[in-house]
């Protein structure tokens, strides 16, 4: 079960429990940060999925932006991330997927960064549902295997790999990242290829994407680009 930590009353739910990888290794952290844009913007999330090494990989590093990505919730009720037109695969370059707007004047996605150890990692794929046996993704693709290695198969969503532009470090943050005064970083994004159709949020997600915001938007995440972007899918 989630952890209540800064929810409100009429906000508790409960989330399925993800196994706990056995991980007996020193903490390894891997070159590039995660990007969270969903209920993992919320550190206090974070903390109760991060149980590996959670004082480490909990902690936001950064506010940082996907250019000319878009947010959206999709048809699982859930958010997701549409690449620009030149990232595109298969159903992101559908009529269904151009009808998703602009995220902002901003024309980008904000999200905040986390260092996270592999075994976190291990437990946050989990729980966006990656299939862990997809096939390795082509060239015919159309999108270098660098940024996609594989496919999505039967994943709910799929690991990608690109460039954020960070707008604010964190205390210091970047120096334990050993990325400080960097303006590009390389972060893991999960990404789900197959719904792109803009859908209402899961009555449960409302409460953790609420949370997230009011977490996010503390850490710096513009308000006015939450009330533009996140606002049309998620009530208050």
């Given amino acids: 079960m989630l952890s209540n930590t800064n929810l409100q009353p009429t906000e508790r739910h409960t989330q399925p429990p993800i196994p706990t990888p056995l991980i007996t290794k020193p903490p390894q952290y891997p070159k590039y940060l995660y990007f969270a844009y969903g209920s993992n913007l919320s550190p206090a999330q974070m903390k109760t999925r991060c149980r590996i090494n ?22 699982s009720g859930y958010a997701n991330v549409l690449p620009p037109p030149s990232l595109r695969v298969a159903n992101q370059d559908s009529e269904t997927a151009h009808k998703i707007p602009v995220s902002g004047p901003e024309d980008a996605v904000y999200g905040v960064l986390y260092q996270m150890d592999i075994g976190d990692e291990m437990i946050l ?25 594989r496919v999505q198969g039967d994943g709910s969503y799929n690991k990608w790999f690109v460039e954020a532009d960070v707008t604010k470090w964190l205390d210091g943050e970047g120096v334990r990242a050993g990325l400080e005064n960097k303006g590009k970083v390389p972060v893991l994004v999960y990404v789900d290829e197959n719904c792109v159709g803009m859908s209402k949020p899961k009555f449960e997600y409302i409460a953790r994407m609420n ?16 009330e533009g972007v996140m606002r049309k899918f998620i009530p208050e």
Avoid: K
């Fill in 211 to 226: 949370r997230a915001i009011r977490e996010s938007v503390d850490l710096g995440v513009p308000m006015g680009w939450v």
């Fill in 54 to 75: 959670p004082t480490h990989s909990a902690t936001p590093l950064a506010i940082a932006t996907l250019q000319h990505w878009r947010w959206l919730i999709c048809e």
């Fill in 125 to 149: 794929d989990g729980y966006e549902g990656v299939d862990e046996e997809a096939a390795n993704a082509g060239v015919r693709d159309g999108v270098p295997v660098s940024v996609r290695p």
